[in-house]
């Protein structure tokens, strides 16, 4: 770890790993030290959060990109003493929803399940990108190659240990208030699941957050425009800590 650059923490979303901030941790090689998170099989947001912290430096700036900014906000919650700089990207801080919305939205994330276990993953992404991206960008073939693969080479029992992490994940909304390092809401323009204005939102809570909205971009935004994320990334780790 260089003494010079920033201790960056990036955590992938759902069935995503290093392949989804490859772009980002190439282009931000001169200013940081990266370190990408591996969640193995745990099955709850907070597990994942304690077992980033039992291998990350002392003090690091962390990054989240879909459950992964879950993952970032309840680092947050555990050990903010140690956390530098947040940056939550197509994210959102509340709970899963009661009554009939919540309900909705397990048996979505199970139908999926179903279709992983018994068509296969691949079959499973090729319904679940149709969302996941960009509508104009789904012409894109080795994006959305690019994109299907990281999911593909998963298994149906990470998915299901993975989606019972976010069917039960903690409410992140009261933290927005306590933080107080630079923070960072990015999302996609397009990103029906994490909208801008959910990031408006979360970012209107934070004493010293920004919002990135980035155009022609869905809700996979470090693969969809990897250098306008990284940019975003570089502005961030370059504001001053109060």
């Known amino acids: ?16 790993d ?7 941790m190439e282009a931000l090689a001169d200013i ?5 998170a591996d969640y193995g099989m745990l099955d709850s947001i907070p597990a994942m ?7 990350a430096p002392e003090r690091f700036s962390v990054a989240g990109h879909s459950m992964g900014g879950r993952v970032a906000f309840e680092i947050f919650r555990q ?9 939550l990207l197509n994210t959102g801080s509340a709970a899963r929803p009661a009554g009939t919305a919540g309900q909705e939205e397990e ?3 199970r139908g999926l399940l179903a279709l992983a276990r018994a068509k296969g993953m691949r079959t499973m992404a090729l319904q679940w990108i149709q969302g996941m991206v960009a509508p104009a960008r789904l012409s894109d073939k080795p994006l959305v190659e690019a994109v299907i693969g990281l999911f593909a080479r998963k298994t149906p029992d990470l998915f299901e240990a993975q989606m019972n992490a ?28 994490s909208t801008p204005a959910v990031h408006h939102m979360m970012a209107g809570a934070v004493a010293n957050g920004t919002v990135v909205v980035v155009p022609e971009c869905g809700h996979m935004s470090t693969m969809e425009q990897p250098a306008a994320v990284a940019q975003a990334l570089r502005e961030w780790l370059g504001r ?3």
């Open 1 to 16: 770890m260089s003494r010079s650059k920033e201790a960056l923490v990036l955590l992938p979303g759902f069935l995503c």
């Open 18 to 24: 290093r392949a989804v901030w490859e772009a980002q």
């Open 32 to 36: 940081a030290d990266c370190l990408c």
């Open 49 to 55: 959060a304690e077992s980033v912290l039992r291998s």
């Open 79 to 87: 050990a903010p003493e140690r956390v530098k700089r947040i940056a």
């Open 107 to 109: 048996q979505k994330r």
């Open 166 to 193: 976010l069917l039960a994940r903690p409410d992140a909304t009261p933290l927005l208030a306590k933080i107080r390092c630079p923070a960072l809401f990015l999302s996609g323009r397009e990103d029906g699941w």
């Open 240 to 242: 001053k800590i109060g």
